[in-house]
């Protein structure tokens, strides 16, 4: 796995298979999720509630590798199967749960991947996790800087086990989830 701390302010989306990187905090990719957000309402709207930003490119001034993580929220769980096939015909790869029980989970490529969809259903923990952690960190913007130096540490020890680098992360935002679930729940 290499490591890259991309000094680019440019629109610069995507990630290559086996590649870490962090991007400097781009407000594009506001405009990017935007974008794809219009796509999946004109396909699969009929079917879900909700689709929000979420991941580190919602965050305000952080660093994040450059990937639009995209939640959807819906009514219930079966509806998110029917979003399968019209999801696979615009070119996203279907991958299952993908670890996470309750989680349907599709990404644009399996080379170099620009967006990853999270459906669950909507107002479910795991969707409100989500959800709480990014709008608790875009309130409290010391606390998120405090999230980009833990990633920006962690990149430089695990560069080849994007494992350790995510379990790395674990304890800093399962803390923060518990304070958002306080101020929010």
Same mark, same amino acid.
């Given at each position: 796995? !290499? +490591?890259? +701390?991309?000094?680019?302010?440019?629109?610069?989306?995507?990630? @290559?298979?086996?590649?870490?990187?962090?991007?400097?905090?781009?407000?594009?990719?506001?405009? !990017?999720?935007?974008?794809?957000? +219009?796509?999946?309402?004109?396909?699969?709207?009929?079917?879900?509630?909700?689709?929000?930003?979420?991941?580190?490119?919602?965050?305000?001034?952080?660093?994040?590798?450059?990937?639009?993580?995209?939640?959807?929220?819906?009514?219930?769980?079966? $509806?998110?199967?029917?979003?399968?096939?019209?999801?696979?015909?615009?070119?996203?790869?279907?991958?299952?749960?993908?670890?996470?029980?309750?989680?349907?989970?599709?990404?644009?490529?399996?080379?170099?991947?620009?967006?990853?969809?999270?459906?669950? =259903?909507?107002?479910? $923990?795991?969707?409100?996790?989500?959800?709480?952690?990014?709008?608790?960190?875009? =309130?409290?913007? !010391?606390?998120?800087?405090?999230?980009?130096? +833990? @990633?920006?540490?962690?990149?430089?020890?695990? *560069?080849? $086990?994007?494992? =350790?680098?995510? $379990?790395?992360?674990?304890?800093? *935002?399962?803390?923060?989830?518990? =304070?958002?679930?306080?101020?929010?729940?």
């Amino acid at each position: 796995m !290499l +490591l890259f +701390l991309s000094k680019d302010y440019t629109m610069n989306i995507g990630l @290559k298979e086996n590649t870490l990187r962090l991007a400097n905090h781009n407000s594009k990719w506001k405009e !990017l999720f935007s974008n794809e957000k +219009l796509k999946l309402e004109n396909i699969i709207g009929n079917y879900i509630i909700t689709i929000d930003h979420i991941g580190s490119t919602s965050i305000n001034g952080i660093k994040a590798k450059p990937i639009i993580d995209i939640c959807i929220g819906l009514n219930n769980f079966d $509806d998110g199967k029917k979003c399968i096939e019209p999801l696979v015909n615009i070119g996203y790869i279907y991958k299952g749960e993908c670890g996470v029980p309750g989680r349907l989970f599709f990404k644009t490529n399996d080379e170099i991947v620009t967006h990853h969809i999270h459906m669950f =259903k909507y107002k479910s $923990d795991k969707w409100k996790k989500h959800i709480y952690f990014r709008d608790y960190l875009n =309130k409290y913007p !010391l606390i998120a800087k405090e999230y980009e130096s +833990l @990633k920006i540490k962690l990149l430089k020890l695990y *560069i080849n $086990d994007r494992e =350790k680098y995510t $379990d790395g992360k674990a304890d800093f *935002i399962n803390e923060i989830i518990k =304070k958002a679930y306080n101020e929010y729940d």
